[in-house]
């Protein structure tokens, strides 16, 4: 047997010991006994309270009951059964609880006729809408101790006005103080796991941008090598095909001299635009998006469009994230554009419901394989948006959508 298990069995006695020889006396004894036979049973402390929620109601009947217990600095965490309120779905600061005096030590208890009335509970800022949505009217508030701190609240509410009086306080009390130890260990326990999860989740985003950045690495050394190829294959070819027309024994007509000149200029115009987007410094970007759509597709017969549903939040991004949104949104053109044989390439900027920046690039082509997509430079992709904190969705829906999603809207 544990030293917490031990604890409790004494504390339990204890119990046993002061509760009246009569029927009643008994029945909250063998009570007691099953709360604590059951937590011993418990590791999980979004449960155990729903599981011997039965017991404790052979002891003290109730509408709703929830444990608080301190979280964070300034902040508690809820566990209830009975009526599931919004108590148990999110955290609360302790200076808004509805039972903050107990928390804080400055009242032994809490005794209300009509939680709905009562300043005590209702106060300005307070988090009671539980209180007035479900009309938990007459409540019980005592404290959790462990080791002479208190570490929470055990709480009572029931909707009938005046249902508790004040020989149901030392009754929550001694409930309050079988409860304590276990749910002090269970929460220490959940805390426990979440930092371990936490720290691991760290370290494989920590693994994972080390991965990231290598692959980064050897991509920007294959665009370097790729941009050299192409000034050797393309500009120098077209330079050295020029030089030596001007100086053979035919000299090109002035004219058509320009118009070679001309071309290359063009053709190295256009290698710059894509190793360099100086549209997206200039004018934005939608406009450079746009301006790479119109490009990527050429003269074939592809219906593009780019809709800004954000009045432009991508420019209001930090260069990092908004250079890297536009190359991930380029290469998803450009995977539409030669691959996908689309008819409709559509690219739009959107904000979600929960203020996170969406761009999506989505064409009616053929989908993208397996094969497709390693040729393709998906992973890419995925490289540059992991680097920025950003989600990346692939998926076929009548051709393929890839969506990109920013955890924070740009104000």
């Given at each position: 047997?544990?030293?917490?298990?031990?604890?409790?069995?004494?504390?339990?006695?204890?119990?046993?010991?002061?509760?009246?020889?009569?029927?009643?006396?008994?029945?909250?004894?063998a009570?007691?006994?099953?709360?604590?036979?059951?937590?011993?049973?418990?590791?999980?402390?979004?449960?155990a309270?729903?599981?011997?929620?039965?017991?404790?109601?052979?002891?003290?009947?109730?509408?709703h009951?929830?444990?608080c217990?301190?979280?964070?600095?300034?902040w508690?965490?809820?566990?209830e059964?009975?009526i599931?309120?919004r108590?148990?779905?999110?955290?609360?600061?302790?200076?808004?609880s509805?039972?903050?005096d107990?928390?804080?030590?400055?009242?032994p208890?809490?005794?209300?006729?009509?939680?709905?009335?009562?300043?005590?509970?209702?106060?300005?800022?307070?988090c009671?809408?539980?209180?007035?949505?479900?009309r938990?009217?007459?409540?019980?508030?005592?404290?959790?101790?462990?080791?002479?701190?208190v570490?929470?609240?055990?709480n009572?509410?029931?909707?009938?006005?005046?249902f508790?009086?004040?020989g149901?306080?030392?009754?929550?009390?001694?409930?309050?103080?079988?409860?304590?130890?276990w749910?002090?260990?269970?929460?220490?326990?959940?805390?426990?796991?979440?930092?371990?999860?936490?720290?691991?989740?760290?370290?494989?985003?920590?693994?994972?941008?080390?991965?990231?950045?290598?692959e980064?690495?050897?991509?920007?050394?294959?665009?370097?090598?790729r941009i050299?190829?192409?000034?050797?294959?393309q500009?120098?070819?077209?330079?050295?095909?020029?030089?030596?027309e001007?100086?053979?024994?035919?000299?090109?007509?002035?004219?058509?001299?320009a118009?070679?000149?001309?071309?290359?200029?063009?053709?190295?115009?256009a290698l710059?635009?894509?190793?360099?987007p100086?549209?997206?410094?200039?004018?934005?970007?939608?406009?450079?998006v746009?301006?790479?759509?119109?490009?990527?597709?050429g003269?074939?017969?592809?219906?593009?469009?780019?809709?800004?549903?954000?009045?432009?939040?991508?420019?209001?991004l930090?260069?990092?994230?908004?250079?890297?949104?536009?190359?991930?949104?380029?290469?998803?053109?450009?995977?539409?554009?030669?691959?996908?044989g689309?008819?409709?390439?559509?690219?739009?900027?959107?904000?979600?419901p929960?203020d996170?920046?969406?761009?999506?690039?989505?064409?009616?082509?053929?989908?993208?394989?397996?094969?497709?997509?390693?040729?393709?430079?998906?992973?890419?992709?995925?490289?540059?948006?992991?680097?920025?904190?950003?989600?990346?969705?692939?998926?076929?829906?009548?051709?393929?959508?890839v969506?990109?999603t920013?955890?924070?809207?740009?104000?």
């Open positions: 047997m544990t030293s917490l298990q031990t604890a409790a069995a004494v504390r339990a006695e204890h119990l046993r010991a002061e509760t009246p020889p009569d029927g009643s006396g008994a029945a909250r004894s009570a007691f006994a099953r709360i604590s036979a059951r937590l011993a049973e418990e590791v999980e402390i979004g449960s309270l729903r599981v011997i929620a039965p017991e404790i109601a052979e002891v003290l009947p109730f509408s009951v929830d444990i217990l301190h979280d964070t600095p300034g508690v965490v809820s566990f059964a009975g599931e309120t108590w148990s779905q999110r955290r609360t600061r302790v200076q808004y509805p039972v903050r107990v928390l804080q030590g400055r009242s208890a809490m005794l209300s006729a009509n939680a709905m009335e009562d300043p005590q509970q209702t106060f300005p800022g307070a009671c809408e539980p209180i007035l949505n479900h938990l009217r007459a409540r019980i508030t005592v404290p959790l101790r462990v080791m002479g701190k570490t929470g609240t055990l009572f509410s029931h909707g009938t006005e005046g508790y009086g004040p149901q306080v030392p009754l929550a009390q001694a409930l309050a103080d079988l409860l304590a130890p749910f002090h260990a269970l929460h220490g326990a959940a805390r426990a796991t979440q930092a371990a999860q936490l720290r691991a989740r760290a370290q494989e985003q920590a693994e994972g941008l080390r991965q990231g950045a290598l980064l690495t050897q991509t920007l050394e294959q665009e370097r090598q050299g190829m192409d000034l050797h294959d500009t120098l070819a077209d330079l050295t095909r020029i030089l030596r001007l100086t053979g024994d035919a000299p090109l007509d002035r004219d058509l001299l118009e070679r000149v001309t071309d290359t200029i063009d053709d190295l115009r710059i635009d894509t190793a360099v100086t549209l997206l410094d200039l004018f934005g970007f939608a406009h450079a746009r301006v790479h759509l119109e490009r990527a597709v003269s074939e017969s592809v219906e593009v469009d780019v809709e800004d549903e954000t009045e432009g939040a991508p420019d209001r930090g260069a990092t994230e908004r250079t890297a949104l536009f190359r991930i949104t380029q290469e998803a053109i450009n995977n539409a554009a030669r691959h996908a689309a008819h409709r390439i559509l690219v739009t900027v959107s904000s979600e929960q996170r920046l969406r761009i999506t690039i989505s064409d009616d082509g053929i989908g993208i394989g397996p094969e497709v997509g390693r040729r393709s430079g998906l992973s890419h992709l995925r490289t540059r948006a992991h680097l920025i904190g950003a989600d990346l969705e692939i998926v076929a829906d009548a051709g393929t959508r969506t990109v920013l955890p924070e809207f740009p104000a």
